[in-house]
């Protein structure tokens, strides 16, 4: 067959049975489709996917095991937590090297919270700064007042305390001596002398540290003159202040901050109030009960109560074990097993009537995490921290808790609204 035969044999592009793609001389003609994806470009990413696993699987291979997706994420999750870890210790060790200003924004804090309805009610009446300046002088006065009749009494009795605690121990030590204990005489005369020589041999030691301690009042006074700077600002315009910051943060990021600031205060504010009311229900159940058994110092035991009252769980059981040596040493064993049980049962009222009833609203928190952010508090700064742990993850905890709500309507950024 020649080859003009075969030209004409050829099938022509517009014919039935010939390629779209076909045109003269053999050469593919292609056709694009608008908004149309040709289904190489497919073939060619799924291609471009299964290269790219097997390359993985074939480097997991070679390194032994191909690597989980669980550790992945764990790893992930790692380097956050850790960075996250450091940014945590920076600020703790800032806050360390300034614990006397955090201490005493911290007391500004709690006298705002308390004497602020005071002063919203005498403003009323009088200009907002004579207002705030009345309920904090005079707040000051009752505090400076009832320490000062605590003085008094603990001088007035000093002479007759010594001489029945010199009797009690005495009682104390014939008790021991009795029946069920049947203590020998000489060990408890050795261990007198043992108490006696050391703190002989320790005087310099203990004399250092009652110097360190006038130090440390120092400090303490220092803090509380800042305290109150701070709250009769606080209170006069606190919320100018915090409108203030509120400006100087982008416009999308007010509303949430908003939302923040005022479930912060709210439950700070709330657990202060609650915690006040909760130390003097116990000192007043305490000294109504020290009084009737006529143990000595009650009124100094009362007052006791009422600050160990602000630490959780263990405050108020510390502070009648203090009174049940008192009681120990001044009317003997049967008074002192009766001020015991009286720890059972202050402890009962506060843990199932009292916290619930007054602080049940304003922190949220399980026992155990009391337990443990007290006890980390403790280890980290203390008596300070035992104090602070609590109203700190509570605050925490209901930031977290209103910043997960869906917010249904816009926050009006007022400048006349109070967080409070």
């Not at 390629?19 to 003609?29: L, V």
């Not at 804090?109 to 705030?132: E, G, M, N």
């Not at 904090?136 to 400076?144: D, K, T």
């Not at 603990?154 to 021991?176: D, K, M, P, V, Y």
Request: proline residues 5%.
């Amino acid at each position: 067959m020649d080859d003009g035969s075969r030209r004409s044999q050829r099938q022509q592009p517009g014919e039935p049975g010939s390629r779209p793609g076909s045109g003269r001389g053999g050469r593919r003609r292609r056709y694009v489709v608008p908004a149309s994806r040709p289904a190489r470009g497919v073939g060619a990413k799924a291609r471009a996917r299964t290269t790219g696993t097997a390359v993985r699987r074939a480097a997991g291979d070679r390194d032994g095991a191909a690597v989980n997706r669980g550790l992945r994420v764990a790893a992930a999750y790692a380097w956050r937590l850790l960075l996250l870890g450091v940014a945590v210790y920076a600020v703790f060790t800032i806050l360390g090297r300034l614990q006397l200003v955090g201490v005493a924004l911290f007391l500004a804090l709690v006298v705002t919270s308390v004497l602020r309805p005071l002063a919203d009610l005498l403003a009323r009446r009088l200009p907002r700064a004579a207002a705030v300046a009345l309920s904090v002088v005079g707040s000051l006065i009752a505090v400076l007042g009832l320490l000062g009749l605590v003085g008094g009494l603990i001088a007035g009795e000093s002479t007759r305390l010594g001489q029945e605690f010199s009797g009690g121990i005495g009682r104390i030590q014939r008790w021991l001596e009795g029946s069920p204990f049947h203590v020998s005489h000489s060990l408890l005369s050795d261990l007198q002398g043992k108490v006696s020589t050391f703190v002989s041999q320790h005087r310099s030691e203990l004399i250092s540290s009652v110097l360190s301690g006038a130090g440390r009042l120092v400090e303490v006074l220092t803090a509380a003159a800042l305290a109150l700077f701070c709250s009769f600002f606080f209170m006069h315009s606190g919320d100018k202040y915090w409108y203030w910051f509120q400006d100087l943060l982008p416009e999308g990021a007010q509303g949430t901050w908003g939302r923040a600031g005022r479930a912060a205060w709210r439950t700070f504010a709330g657990y202060t109030r609650g915690i006040i009311i909760v130390a003097a229900s116990n000192a007043v159940l305490v000294g109504i009960a020290l009084f009737a058994l006529r143990v000595p110092l009650a009124l100094p035991l009362m007052l006791l109560e009422f600050f160990a009252a602000f630490i959780p769980l263990i405050g108020s059981p510390i502070a009648l074990a203090v009174a049940t040596v008192v009681a120990l040493a001044a009317r003997g064993p049967v008074i002192a097993i009766v001020v015991l049980a009286l720890i059972v049962i202050v402890g009962q009222i506060e843990g199932h009537v009292l916290h619930p009833l007054v602080l049940g609203w304003a922190v949220r928190l399980h026992p155990v995490v009391v337990a443990l952010s007290v006890i980390t508090g403790t280890i980290l700064a203390g008596v300070v921290g035992a104090v602070v742990s609590v109203p700190m993850v509570s605050v925490a905890w209901s930031v977290l808790s209103e910043l997960r709500i869906p917010r249904t309507r816009p926050e009006a950024n007022h400048p006349g609204r109070s967080p409070d």
